[in-house]
């Protein structure tokens, strides 16, 4: 079989996420439009580890202030399904949800990427607009539900990267994604002429490769066409409610994401990015509105595209770290939001922007003005799918076969192995580690077995979150969080989900749903049309926990002690490795949860 079969093979038969079983009736699906996950430069690790040691109005389609209307009413009665879409690193899911916040249906379709030079992450941005509307498109058709009982849509997307479109609406240029890594030589000349610090400490967030400002910036240095083509400049959900609706605006999440909003202030850093020499960027910048407002209503040409009705409302919407907050229930200053996907994210609430530690990402939060910081590394469960799908493809069509994922196959083999002694350690570095060190698996002996190195991957994974955290909670300014709330992959596994709470230390809860980028932006949809007066009402009446953990002491103590080991092999082995040149990269994207 050639490696383009087998890869074809694979990405049949390997999932990203963990199906459980009232998912498996769209398995077969899923599983064919199931993508490679998106390819991070080795280096992405880096930028992140470095910062850790160095400290508008409403445009025209706006509604009332309060950014909310009456829901639509058809035929004698109220419409009160919700369509979320949330465009990720490899996928575009599309999600249907009652106003409980239960899912009605969902479909997905590939969001791929292309990668013209090394370190260079693009995307075609109308191949994803058309992709999710033909998702749109397909729930429709296969759910038989009447587009006339959806209340409202609303987008949602990776943070950071950058869409460009020129006057007429055009793209003006492929799009970029977060992990692109192709500013990394103009953050080292910010670094030494002060650029860095200045814009650093004017965002209240560390600055790294993938994000939209770096980006203006080496767009105005090396592609200064694009600059004089591009109108306007927007985020990955902005751009599909473009499309949508034909408005231009974002909402402060996502600016704040893209590292040119002043976060304490919710306006644009407008000093700090002329400082910068960013100004002839400033006038491109899309208008910031509430990501519960409506921001358009859907066009006569997307509805024939998507099968929505003309007019629908279309609300603004968060980007996807924010929005898989709101349907973890992420609320409480007191409480720790844990996203495993492509990468470790790890945020906390705040009722200031903190600044010991100085987060990879800060934004305000859509829930009593709060601030979410975040932390986030290349380091997470992508790992476990690159494994899936480039060393245990048998596997995963025998688990087809049988009517299940293979990553359901993985959690059974770690718990088999759990309380056996084993000396295996993997360090999930695959996608950058420190000083350029890449994934390694270290320890094993002949007698280990397979459910040993899986378990080993499963400990790898969360010790990088757990090393992660440790840095988050280790300022001044530091949340105390009694409690976590985990999403992603991971937590469609009760014994991954165990794991996460044994090497946190702290009780852990896991929300209902699985979709929970797209639940976080159905969940302002339902603000916008008045289904919901606001998000804090949104995610008590639809989100609830649908599972606990406590930490189990015995295994606990044992993961502290694997914690140290870890903490040692890394950095003995890092020093193995030739480190990279200065600066050390690292990126960042949301999580496809």
Same mark, same amino acid.
Request: aromatic share 6%; charged share 20%.
């Given at each position: ?185 103009? %953050? ?99 208008? %910031? ?305």
């Amino acid at each position: 079989m050639s490696l383009q079969d087998r890869t074809q093979r694979a990405q049949k038969c390997c999932d990203a996420s963990y199906i459980t079983a009232p998912q498996r009736k769209k398995r077969e699906f899923a599983a064919e439009n199931t993508c490679l996950t998106e390819r991070i430069e080795p280096g992405l690790f880096q930028l992140i580890m470095t910062t850790r040691g160095r400290s508008r109005q409403e445009g025209p389609a706006s509604q009332a202030a309060s950014g909310t209307c009456p829901a639509p009413v058809t035929g004698g009665f109220m419409s009160e399904l919700l369509l979320g879409i949330d465009a990720g690193g490899t996928m575009v899911k599309v999600t249907l949800f009652d106003a409980a916040g239960e899912e009605v249906a969902c479909e997905h379709r590939p969001n791929r990427m292309s990668f013209p030079h090394p370190g260079w992450t693009e995307r075609d941005p109308d191949a994803m607009w058309r992709g999710a509307a033909e998702a749109v498109k397909a729930l429709l058709g296969r759910s038989g539900i009447d587009p006339a009982k959806i209340a409202a849509v609303t987008p949602s997307g990776y943070g950071a990267g950058l869409f460009l479109v020129d006057g007429t609406g055009a793209v003006a240029r492929p799009g970029l994604g977060s992990t692109d890594s192709r500013a990394l030589g103009l %953050i080292e000349d910010w670094r030494r002429s002060g650029v860095a610090p200045a814009l650093s400490d004017a965002i209240q967030q560390a600055i790294w490769p993938g994000q939209t400002s770096a980006l203006l910036g080496w767009f105005q240095r090396h592609e200064p066409e694009t600059l004089a083509r591009t109108a306007h400049v927007l985020p990955c959900k902005d751009f599909l409610r473009f499309r949508l609706t034909g408005d231009i605006s974002t909402d402060p999440t996502d600016a704040g994401c893209a590292g040119t909003l002043d976060v304490a202030r919710g306006a644009y850093a407008v000093d700090a990015l002329r400082e910068a020499g960013l100004g002839a960027w400033i006038p491109r910048l899309p208008e %910031i509105g509430p990501a519960t407002g409506i921001a358009g209503r859907v066009t006569a040409e997307a509805a024939a595209l998507t099968g929505l009705l003309a007019g629908t409302p279309v609300a603004r919407g968060v980007y996807d770290v924010v929005g898989c907050s709101l349907a973890s229930g992420l609320r409480h200053t007191d409480e720790l939001g844990v996203v495993a996907g492509t990468f470790s994210i790890n945020s906390t609430l705040h009722r200031t922007p903190c600044l010991d530690p100085r987060p990879t990402l800060q934004c305000p939060y859509p829930v009593d003005g709060l601030y979410l910081a975040t932390i986030a590394t290349p380091t997470s469960a992508s790992n476990l799918e690159w494994l899936c799908k480039t060393m245990l493809q048998a596997e995963a069509e025998r688990a087809l076969a049988a009517g299940r994922s293979i990553y359901e196959v993985c959690s059974d083999l770690v718990e088999q192995a759990l309380d056996r002694e084993s000396g295996a350690m993997f360090l999930p570095y695959l996608f950058g580690g420190p000083d350029g060190m890449p994934g390694a698996l270290v320890g094993l002996t002949a007698g280990a077995s397979l459910a040993d190195v899986l378990r080993a991957v499963f400990e790898g994974i969360t010790l990088a979150h757990r090393t992660d955290i440790d840095f988050l909670l280790g300022g001044a300014r530091s949340a105390r969080p009694t409690r976590a709330l985990l999403a992603g992959g991971p937590s469609k596994s009760n014994v991954w989900s165990q794991m996460f709470a044994d090497a946190i230390g702290l009780p852990m809860t896991v929300a209902n749903g699985s979709e929970f980028g797209a639940k976080g932006a159905a969940m302002c949809g339902a603000v916008a049309v008045g289904l919901q007066p606001d998000l804090g009402t949104a995610m008590t009446a639809m989100t609830r926990v649908a599972r606990s953990y406590r930490p189990d002491a015995r295994r606990s103590e044992r993961l502290a002690r694997q914690h140290d080991r870890y903490l040692t092999m890394s950095r003995r082995l890092a020093g193995g490795w030739a480190p990279v040149p200065e600066p050390a990269a690292a990126s960042f994207a949301g999580a496809p949860a």
